[in-house]
């Protein structure tokens, strides 16, 4: 694939370089990239900023145009979808489905209304003024939708950004910004492309007014140091290690199915993914059946593949964790009950795994493995399975399953973290929803209009009472 260039002041541009792009189907560089480089960087703060006083100021057009873009998105799937898979990995349907997701995005907060607020008198006004320009940095996992997740509250609050995706998929988010080109105002949304160090470059930058990131828990805490620097807003999604909390009533083989691809959907390579199950000893070895079941039938190949169901893990690095994670528990005694082992063929593919006899203290369950390998941790006691369940520096969100919703609701409430699902995972991720992570699992949310709300400052108006 050819023909990848940033979108700086409405413009195509190249980068000052480029780098390779790979297929983690096949492990083989597929394309290039622009390598943005600090002067292009500065070009593009300086659309942004430039941009910034006119597109503020008219909402009505903002909304339009917003709902331009979710229209051109769709009508681009066709081109975008088959570019996310080549380089993310994700079967074509799934890539068809994440960009339906971003138009989604656009769409609500094009149609949202926003209720004046005033004070309980009537005398003063409280607006929410946009910031100004948002640095904005994706993860590989769901380049198209979580950078719409930034792009449709960010621009509709009347901010204008700079968007950097990972260099791992760097492709889609560019090929977006070419779409989105035609729509937006010169500077509104600018794309650049770079490896690891320009997004540090676009942290300590002294434009940007507010730093929205979404990926990993320790490049979020570097984020947050560099944003201390000048005192820029930062909404910080990060990593998980989401507990599912199985009840005694439950029935293994019916929860088994939505249980296994609330672990195993994308890869694994989800941030709210279920990362760990706690299930009582009475119903252990048949939920870990029922789950290995499941994982012994996926279809697991090229994401271009009629019927994939599962791609290949998106890089070599995380291929090597997720390896060297089910490694460390098979040695230290926990089973293969599905799964164990890479699967023999180029490319980034591992059998999707289930561990039993793995517990807290081994590092899979202590730590976020974002990929295709699940722990099933046997517990005797409810109360201690809630507390080994909390006991992470994560918080992102989690779930219960019982047919009791009461009793389920109960333990949710025991559960430190920014959304409980019950009986399902993760069901609350919608556009008019708040999501975010509590602990070290992030900062602020996104969504709905609490989403927002992160992208504007208060101001208050008190009018001439005289
Ligand atoms: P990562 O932290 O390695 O990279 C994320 C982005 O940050 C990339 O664009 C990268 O180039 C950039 N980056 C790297 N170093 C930087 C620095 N010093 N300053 C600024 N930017 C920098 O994460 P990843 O491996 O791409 O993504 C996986 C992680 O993302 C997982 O932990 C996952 O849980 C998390 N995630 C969280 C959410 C959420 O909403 N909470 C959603 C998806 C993924």
């Avoid at 929860?255 to 000893?281: H, M, T």
Wanted: charged share 20%; glycine share 10%.
């Amino acid at each position: 694939m050819t023909g990848f260039a940033m979108t700086v002041d409405g413009a195509a541009v190249p980068g000052a370089g480029a780098f390779d792009v790979v297929d983690p189907a096949t492990g083989e560089v597929f394309a290039q990239a622009p390598d943005c480089g600090a002067d292009r960087l500065d070009q593009a703060m300086a659309a942004a900023s430039a941009a910034f006083p006119a597109w503020r100021r008219d909402e009505k057009r903002r909304r339009a145009l917003l709902r331009e873009a979710a229209d051109a998105l769709r009508a681009a799937a066709g081109r975008l979808a088959p570019i996310l898979t080549a380089e993310q990995g994700k079967p074509l349907k799934d890539a068809h489905r994440e960009i339906a997701t971003a138009v989604t995005w656009l769409r609500y907060y094009a149609d949202l209304d926003l209720p004046r607020e005033v004070s309980q008198d009537g005398s003063a006004e409280v607006i929410r003024r946009p910031l100004g320009v948002v640095a904005a940095i994706t993860p590989w996992n769901f380049p198209i939708a979580l950078a719409a997740w930034k792009i449709a509250p960010a621009l509709r609050a009347g901010n204008t950004m700079v968007l950097k995706p990972s260099p791992y998929t760097p492709l889609t988010t560019l090929a977006m910004g070419e779409t989105l080109r035609a729509i937006l105002p010169p500077g509104v949304l600018n794309v650049i492309s770079g490896r690891d160090p320009l997004g540090a470059l676009m942290t300590a930058h002294p434009v940007p007014r507010k730093i929205s990131f979404t990926g990993s828990t320790a490049t979020g805490k570097r984020v947050a140091a560099a944003a201390a620097e000048d005192l820029k807003r930062v909404t910080l999604e990060l990593g998980g290690n989401d507990p599912a909390i199985v009840l005694d009533d439950a029935d293994p083989g019916q929860i088994a199915d939505s249980l296994f691809w609330s672990a195993f959907a994308n890869n694994g390579q989800v941030c709210l993914a279920v990362k760990r199950v706690y299930a009582p000893e009475r119903l252990y070895a048949d939920l870990v059946e029922a789950l290995a079941a499941r994982a012994r039938s996926v279809r697991v190949d090229a994401g271009t593949a009629e019927g994939a169901q599962l791609g290949p893990i998106n890089n070599r690095p995380q291929y090597e964790r997720v390896a060297g994670l089910v490694g460390d528990a098979l040695d230290r005694g926990a089973t293969a009950a599905a799964g164990g082992r890479p699967i023999d063929r180029p490319g980034y593919f591992y059998q999707p795994t289930i561990l039993s006899g793995a517990s807290d203290g081994t590092r899979i369950v202590d730590e976020e493995q974002f990929g295709p390998a699940l722990p099933v941790i046997a517990y005797r006691d409810l109360g201690e399975a809630v507390e080994r369940a909390n006991g992470t520096t994560y918080g992102l969100t989690a779930s219960v399953w019982s047919p009791d919703p009461d009793r389920a609701a109960r333990v949710a409430a025991e559960l430190d973290c920014g959304q409980v699902s019950i009986n399902a995972h993760g069901r609350g991720v919608r556009p008019d929803l708040p999501f975010g992570g509590h602990k070290w699992s992030g900062l602020g949310v996104e969504n709905g209009p609490w989403g927002l709300y992160g992208y504007t400052e208060l101001q208050v108006l008190v009018g001439n009472e005289s």
